[in-house]
Structures are given as C-alpha cells and as structure tokens.
C-alpha cells in the first residue's frame, strides 16, 4: 500500500512538470503594445471668433403693467373688457471679439391686445362696428456682454456674463376696426419712440458639442425688454 501512494505521487509530479513545460510564456514581451487609450480634450465653444444666435422669452412684468392700465382707462365705456398679452420675446445674436468679450444686436416684441367689442350702428343696426385695442412695444439694442467666467467640459460649454445693450424703444397704441365703418367709436393712435436699454445682471450660456452647437441661455436683468428672467435656445458656430 505505501508502495502505491508514492507511485501515485511521482506520476502526478511528473503531470504538473509536463504540464508547467508546455504552458504558453506570458512574459511582458508578448504584452500587446497597440492599445491607445483616448483622451477627451476640453472644448471651448465660447471662445475668440464664435458666433451665437439666440431666440427667448422673458418675464411679462411690463407687459402686465400695461394691459392694467389700459383696462383701468378703458372701463368706464368698456367695462367687461378683458387683455391678452404676448410675449415678450427676443431674438439675437453674440459675437465673441475676444474671449470675454461679445458684442451683439437683440430685437424684441410685446403685444397686449384688448377683448372686442361691438358699437351699434344707428343709422344702419345691420352694420355694427367691431373694434378692439392694441398696444405694441418693440425695440432694437445694441448689446455688449463681457464673460467673466467659464466652465470647459469635454462636450459642452458653460459660461457666465453680464452686459448692457442700448438702443430704441417703440410703443404703438392702436384702434382696430375688425368689422364696420368705425363710427362712434373712440378712435385712439398714438406712437411713440425713445431710447432704450437692458441691463444683464448675470446670464448663463450652455453650448453643447454633441447637438453641433445647440444648447440654451438663462439671463436675470431688467430694462425695456423685460424684468426678470430671460430663457431660451441658443446656437454657436
């Protein structure tokens, strides 16, 4: 039996040495050496050069303002009037002279656009007048923004600014006569153009790589475009 037992062992020495001979050699030499390990460099989409479009809406503030105005002086022969109001909204671009510097034109309209109603036509009751008011405000500044931080990401670009644009301001006040001759009606037009301004407290641009160069703005400020919040969809080139 003892016999046995180291007869067993020798052969099964002889199995792991056998085996250990022909096992393949896993020295450093045969460690492939083509494996290329990719780095994301940071882009910088906001940099000298670039070329941002935008479009937004912003805060009613002002909007509202004026459509209570205009209710309060039309209630005395136009009680059961009723105002819409639209926008503001703005369109633009920004054009980086320098890496913290742009400058820019923004346009932006508002309209607030009273209830119809309807003035009886006396000499002929067949033939009413159908009339309502509408106020419009528009502007167009000139806009410089300086940057004065940024945030590089391996697929986007965050940057933060502030600015002021200046420029002109509209406010138009208009009768429309939807339906009929007008007669009897309080007809009142008036237009009126001074200069303008926004100021950008703090604004936040976000331009993302993978979207070839869409992403979106947030900028908190006040003039006559709007008070408040702007936010909207911004491309950069």
Request: a positive charge; hydrophobic letters at 40%.
């Amino acid at each position: 039996m003892k016999n046995r037992i180291m007869i067993f062992f020798a052969f099964a020495g002889m199995l792991h040495v056998n085996a250990a001979q022909n096992a393949p050699e896993t020295s450093l030499d045969t460690v492939p050496t083509n494996i290329k390990v990719e780095i994301i460099p940071k882009v910088d989409l906001h940099n000298r050069g670039a070329l941002t479009f935008f479009w937004g809406s912003g805060s009613s503030a002002i909007q509202d303002q004026v459509a209570k105005t205009l209710k309060d002086n039309l209630k005395f022969n136009f009680p059961d009037v009723e105002t819409t109001v639209e926008g503001p909204s703005a369109i633009g671009y920004q054009y980086h002279v320098k890496d913290k510097v742009s400058i820019g034109m923004v346009y932006s309209n508002s309209s607030i656009t009273t209830s119809k109603a309807t003035m009886p036509n006396f000499q002929n009751p067949a033939d009413p007048t159908i009339y309502y008011y509408k106020v419009g405000m528009n502007s167009l500044l000139m806009q410089i923004d300086w940057f004065w931080g940024k945030i590089k990401r391996p697929r986007s670009t965050w940057s933060f600014h502030s600015g002021l644009g200046l420029g002109v301001f509209s406010f138009n006040l208009t009768t429309e006569i939807e339906k009929g001759t007008g007669a009897g009606v309080d007809q009142v037009n008036n237009s009126v153009s001074t200069s303008g301004f926004q100021l950008t407290a703090i604004g936040v641009k976000h331009t993302m790589n993978a979207l070839k160069g869409f992403g979106w703005f947030a900028n908190l400020g006040a003039g006559v475009n709007s008070i408040g919040f702007t936010t909207g969809v911004n491309y950069t080139l």
